[in-house]
């Protein structure tokens, strides 16, 4: 008898057990397959890879092709909604739609409706076009283009353009105009033309895509020289010039070094920029353009459109671009130019600075062809000799004595062991025990030598410092001023005195002493732009 009610009980059991089971899978396990389908598809249309199980047949999109125009860009999408039945085997969710076009920028964000069908046990996606972007039709496809913002001017003082967007050519090879051969040869032509490497840039072309435009030069519309350039140079077979509007200084040479250029953004600025320079913007390098290229160049904006087969576009959503600024600088366009001017056929490194005793306005900071591309004007570090003796001049002066003290100019003089003489064809008239005032004027290099007893190597510091040429320059561009050492040998500080040894100033850091001595105080730089 026992044994038959243990025997029933597990029998009860047992069916409870088979009755719970087919529950969880009559009902639970239809569910949560569901679940898994719409995540699994929401997924997809995510990552733009849609499996062909995961749709239902017929197929009223293709993802792909619909995601093509947007590149690498890739949405986020969430489900809002929870799954409700629409009808007997269809159900629908809430989807919501992010697209970030530009870290930073408003995102496009909608929402659309997806609806699941059933098919055996599983679901799949009933893709039609609204369900990926209000308004898309069958057969249409998403594009996002960049809105470029109009680059602003560098100017001078008085509002004139130093660097501005001018007509120009581009200037290159068209590959699509003629054979490989012929392209090439055509290339070394007009390197040599333009004063350029012919068999590097006839390299670049060979290697190019064969429907590639090589460019080797912008030209500027306005100038006869370079109409006349590009006049001659379209007579060889593949050159071409493409109208264009760059960024361009008054002329190639202008203000170069302490402006800048314009072009292409190399890898390292793309990757530097977090993501707000893209290959193939055009972005500052080197002077201003390159240090206030985030006030010059704006922000860029975007439209997204919608794209049918005939490739005619409609606006889906849209953020302005930003155009750039301006950027001012204390620069005297004439004077910059009378400075390169002088300096045009001086062949070592040379600079010419004005600097404005009033304000400390930098007018012009020209560096001469012998230079070969380096701002000596501003970064120069050169022994500044005999001016100096304007600091050497005031330290004595803080040591007690005046313009008319004196002081003993020798024919030389010798400091452990080692000779310093004056300059070549010195005056005798000016030898002897003559006024401060009357050294300086003609530059006697014992005098200053022979007094320097009075001055220790940290006043003479202190003296430099206080006519600005040891001061950190302020200014947006790197600069360099001037430094004196603190410390050294008799002989260092004898040199010392005379703006030798291991003193070193910038035409920029001279300026300023002068510009400080005329103004009776430190005259600090004027910011060479705002």
Request: charged fraction near 20%.
């Amino acid at each position: 008898m026992r044994r038959s009610v243990i025997v029933l009980v597990l029998a009860l059991v047992a069916g409870v057990a088979g009755l719970a089971g087919g529950v969880w899978w009559f009902s639970v396990r239809p569910a949560q397959l569901m679940q898994q389908a719409a995540d699994r598809i929401v997924a997809g249309l995510a990552s733009g890879e849609l499996a062909a199980t995961d749709v239902a047949e017929p197929a009223a999109v293709d993802l792909a092709a619909v995601y093509s125009g947007m590149g690498a860009l890739r949405p986020t999408v969430t489900r809002t909604t929870e799954l409700s039945p629409r009808e007997p085997g269809v159900v629908s969710t809430q989807l919501a739609w992010s697209w970030v076009i530009h870290e930073g920028k408003p995102a496009w964000e909608y929402t659309t409706e997806l609806e699941l069908v059933r098919d055996g046990e599983d679901w799949r996606a009933r893709l039609v076009p609204a369900a990926i972007a209000p308004d898309l039709a069958e057969g249409e496809s998403l594009r996002a283009s960049r809105l470029t913002p109009v680059r602003g001017s560098i100017v001078g003082q008085r509002g004139e353009a130093l660097a501005t967007n001018t007509p120009a050519w581009r200037l290159g090879i068209d590959k699509t105009l003629t054979d490989a051969a012929t392209a090439v040869d055509s290339a070394g032509k007009l390197a040599t033309e333009l004063g350029m490497d012919p068999a590097a840039f006839a390299d670049r072309v060979e290697r190019s895509g064969p429907r590639a435009f090589v460019e080797a030069r912008i030209l500027r519309r306005h100038v006869e020289a370079d109409q006349e350039l590009v006049a001659k140079a379209e007579r060889w077979i593949g050159v071409r010039a493409v109208p264009t509007t760059f960024p361009l200084g008054i002329s190639s040479s202008f203000a170069r070094p302490l402006l800048g250029v314009v072009g292409d953004a190399t890898a390292e600025q793309v990757e530097k920029s977090g993501g707000a320079i893209r290959a193939g913007d055009l972005v500052g390098r080197g002077g201003l353009q390159e240090a206030r290229n985030h006030v010059l160049a704006g922000t860029t904006g975007f439209v997204v459109s919608i794209v049918d087969a005939d490739g005619e576009a409609r606006e889906a959503f849209r953020v302005e671009a930003l155009d750039g600024a301006d950027v001012v600088t204390t620069i005297d366009v004439e004077l910059q130019m009378r400075a390169e001017r002088i300096l045009s056929g001086v062949g070592p490194a040379s600079a010419l600075v004005a600097v404005r005793p009033s304000d400390g306005a930098i007018l012009a900071a020209a560096s001469g062809p012998g230079s070969e591309g380096l701002s000596t004007a501003t970064l120069g570090q050169y022994a500044p000799g005999s001016t100096f003796k304007t600091a050497s001049s005031l330290a004595l002066l803080r040591e007690g004595l005046t313009p008319d003290s004196p002081v003993s100019c020798t024919d030389g003089t010798v400091v452990d062991g080692y000779r310093f003489d004056n300059w070549a064809g010195y005056p005798a008239s000016a030898l002897g025990e003559v006024p401060l005032h009357t050294a300086l004027a003609h530059s006697c290099n014992s005098a200053f030598i022979n007094a320097r007893d009075r001055v220790t190597q940290d006043e003479l510091i202190a003296a430099a410092g206080a006519l600005g040429l040891t001061a950190e320059p302020e200014l947006v561009v790197g600069a360099f001023l001037g430094s004196v050492p603190a410390e050294g040998t008799v002989v260092e500080h004898a040199a010392s005195m005379i703006g030798q040894g291991k003193v070193v100033a910038s035409p920029l850091g001279m300026a300023t002493v002068m510009a400080s001595v005329i103004a009776g105080r430190i005259r600090c730089l004027m910011p060479a732009a705002v």
